[in-house]
């Protein structure tokens, strides 16, 4: 990344800050969870036994493997695996072993909002898979669908994992798939995670894990204002909490303030005051269902041609054709 881009990262950043924390209700965008200590935060998210996501993804991908890389390139022409947001590849190593071992000729493209991330990963795959093409980008989702069209001109298989387009609000969601429809060929797919509904306590347990490693996670978006703008936020003094709404299906989390208090963002030349028990709103965490997925999917343009789940049906991955 040039000094220039980084830059503009670093003003989008003030910038958001600014406007959330100014807003009433206030809200910071889970996107600035990542930096090189909310990577590892997150990476230990994804061990923690609350967390059963990752381990769902990785089962469906252990029991579907054949089926899922059939589904990408059945008569092995060739192909372009981009995987948006693919921060520590684990569960994609599962598919890139597998595509090598039954000789398909790929490509991959792993991309990441975090140059920690993205760096790590390339390294890592040169080491554990070095018969494998990788080329590493760095970038943030919205903004990096505009260079997917120029990749190459085989067909391009487009993985989201993780259940990360669970970030975004449905209206986003679709705004996202529709960009994604509008860089693909009639022939590319995207395969992409959904996590499922489920029994309420399973879902906040999730969010809310026994060792606090997600209010540590949560929490490192105040740090990392006190770290890149000068911040004066004590995060003690805010405690984490988590909401799920089993009719919407959407989990919520917040930073709630303990106490009245007034926060001084240095670079922003900006006084945040809070009222005792104010809240931040940092993320939502959608869960879905087959007629949400088929819906989303329709408003962008899409039709499901398959599907995947692991054993307990905590999870689902779809692939997606124009
Ligand atoms: C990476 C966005 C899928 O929402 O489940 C984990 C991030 N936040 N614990 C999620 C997260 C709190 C995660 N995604």
Not at 224 to 242: M, P, Q, S, T, Y
Request: proline fraction near 2%; include cysteine; glycine fraction near 6%.
């Amino acid at each position: 990344m040039s000094s220039k881009d980084q830059s503009v990262l670093m003003c989008t950043f003030g910038k958001e800050v600014h406007e959330g924390l100014t807003s009433f209700p206030k809200y910071l965008s889970s996107k600035y969870f990542y930096d090189e200590v909310g990577d590892k935060l997150f990476q230990k998210i994804m061990e923690l036994p609350e967390y059963y996501l990752t381990n769902a993804e990785y089962d469906i991908f252990k029991l579907h493997k054949t089926n899922i890389l059939k589904s990408f390139d059945p008569s092995k022409k060739g192909f372009d695996l981009i995987e948006l947001g693919a921060g520590d590849g684990k569960k994609t190593k599962v598919l890139l072993k597998e595509l090598l071992k039954e000789n398909y000729d790929v490509t991959y493209h792993p991309i990441d909002i975090s140059k920690h991330a993205v760096d790590g990963l390339v390294e890592n795959l040169s080491l554990e898979i070095p018969e494998l093409q990788v080329k590493g980008q760095i970038g943030e989702y919205f903004e990096v669908l505009d260079r997917l069209k120029h990749i190459s001109s085989r067909k391009k298989v487009i993985m989201v994992l993780g259940s990360n387009i669970g970030n975004l609000l449905h209206p986003r969601a679709i705004q996202f798939l529709k960009k994604l429809n509008a860089v693909m060929n009639a022939d590319d797919e995207v395969f992409i995670g959904f996590d499922q509904k489920k029994h309420p306590q399973k879902v906040l347990d999730a969010y809310n894990d026994q060792t606090g490693v997600t209010a540590a996670f949560n929490k490192n978006v105040l740090t990392r204002i006190n770290k890149e703008l000068g911040g004066h936020f004590d995060v003690d003094a805010f405690i984490h909490w988590e909401v799920y709404d089993p009719e919407s299906g959407t989990a919520k989390s917040y930073l709630v303030s303990k106490k009245k208090q007034t926060v001084d963002i240095d670079c922003l030349e900006l006084q945040v005051h809070f009222e005792a028990w104010e809240s931040i709103h940092t993320e939502i965490s959608q869960k879905y269902d087959d007629d949400t997925v088929k819906w989303l999917a329709k408003e962008s343009g899409f039709v499901i041609t398959n599907d995947f789940t692991d054993e307990n049906e905590y999870y689902k991955n779809y692939v997606f054709k124009k």
